[in-house]
């Protein structure tokens, strides 16, 4: 089972390196983030031609999350319902192949003096009472998405610059370390320990890709039950270096039978 996440940055501008991607990689799950599309603009017909299943909600501009599922999922349900902010444009989850998978667009924070930096650190408790509520560590569960934090110093060109950064500050790495602590393991590192592997590159950056020059804010993350089965974890620069590319890229696991 292959399970891959990538943030668009608008899916109708990135649509031929999506298509091409989902033909070259043919992902059992892929999540979306960032779809920056109202309903009714949701390249849906495409994808579903390319032979895929897919759900989404989002909004004009702004935030937008989808599932890409080569089986029909099952149970799907947008957003919190914890009487808080739904965020229903920044959280979809869903059932396949009787794995549980929730893909998160988690808040970027803005600046850690700004109301939305809380709204991020509030966003991780929200999300660690959901699973605690609603999943075990002991089930095959996947949290996948543009999680906004660098944990390590690996994970960020130049870290000793970053502290201030709301995608890199100690309270947001403490809260998505607390979210982790529900039992999963980050994919990547289980298969690349110690390496400089970026998944963001941000526009402004001249040759960011040819000087290394990134962020990796974009997550697999497994329970046990599926973690030990996990084979690979790769992030694909390839579609970071086409033209008019998403300043995100894709990144797969995959997963034994």
Same mark, same amino acid.
């Given at each position: 089972?292959?399970?891959?996440?990538?943030?668009?940055?608008? @899916?109708? =501008?990135?649509?031929?390196?999506?298509?091409?991607?989902?033909?070259?990689?043919?992902?059992?799950?892929?999540? @979306?983030?960032?779809? &920056?599309?109202?309903?009714?603009?949701?390249?849906?017909?495409?994808?579903?031609? /390319?032979?895929?299943?897919?759900?989404?909600?989002?909004?004009?501009?702004?935030?937008?999350?989808?599932?890409?599922?080569? =089986?029909?999922?099952?149970?799907?349900?947008?957003?919190?319902?914890?009487? *808080? #902010?739904?965020?229903?444009?920044?959280?979809?989850?869903?059932?396949?192949? *009787?794995?549980?998978?929730?893909?998160?667009?988690?808040?970027? *924070?803005?600046?850690? $003096?700004?109301?939305?930096?809380?709204?991020?650190?509030?966003?991780?408790?929200?999300?660690?009472?959901?699973?605690?509520?609603?999943?075990?560590?002991?089930? #095959?569960?996947?949290? @996948?998405?543009?999680?906004?934090?660098?944990?390590?110093?690996?994970?960020?060109?130049?870290?000793?610059?970053?502290?201030?950064?709301?995608?890199?500050?100690?309270?947001?790495?403490?809260?998505?370390?607390?979210?982790?602590?529900?039992?999963?393991?980050?994919?990547?590192? &289980?298969?690349?320990?110690?390496?400089?592997?970026? =998944?963001?590159? $941000?526009?402004?950056?001249?040759?960011?890709?040819?000087?290394?020059? *990134?962020?990796?804010?974009?997550?697999?993350? /497994?329970?046990?039950?599926?973690?030990?089965?996990?084979?690979?974890?790769? @992030?694909?620069?390839?579609?970071? &270096? &086409?033209?008019?590319?998403? $300043?995100?890229?894709?990144?797969?696991?995959?997963?034994?039978?």
């Amino acid at each position: 089972m292959k399970i891959a996440t990538f943030n668009a940055n608008s @899916i109708r =501008s990135r649509l031929p390196i999506l298509l091409q991607w989902l033909e070259d990689h043919q992902p059992d799950v892929l999540g @979306i983030q960032e779809t &920056k599309a109202q309903d009714a603009d949701f390249p849906k017909d495409a994808i579903e031609a /390319a032979g895929y299943h897919v759900v989404f909600k989002g909004e004009k501009s702004y935030n937008g999350v989808a599932l890409i599922c080569k =089986s029909e999922p099952q149970d799907v349900k947008f957003g919190f319902s914890d009487g *808080g #902010p739904a965020d229903e444009t920044r959280l979809v989850r869903a059932v396949v192949d *009787g794995v549980a998978v929730v893909n998160t667009y988690v808040p970027q *924070g803005r600046a850690i $003096d700004h109301v939305m930096y809380k709204y991020k650190l509030q966003w991780y408790a929200r999300l660690k009472k959901l699973f605690e509520a609603e999943y075990a560590p002991d089930m #095959p569960l996947a949290w @996948i998405g543009d999680i906004n934090i660098a944990v390590e110093p690996i994970d960020v060109n130049k870290p000793e610059t970053r502290k201030d950064d709301p995608c890199y500050h100690i309270d947001a790495h403490n809260a998505f370390l607390d979210v982790c602590s529900f039992g999963f393991e980050d994919m990547l590192r &289980k298969h690349h320990p110690g390496e400089e592997l970026y =998944s963001f590159f $941000d526009y402004r950056a001249k040759n960011a890709i040819e000087r290394n020059l *990134g962020w990796r804010i974009d997550y697999v993350l /497994a329970t046990e039950p599926l973690a030990s089965k996990c084979i690979s974890c790769e @992030i694909d620069l390839e579609p970071r &270096k &086409k033209e008019k590319p998403s $300043d995100h890229t894709f990144m797969v696991a995959e997963f034994k039978a």
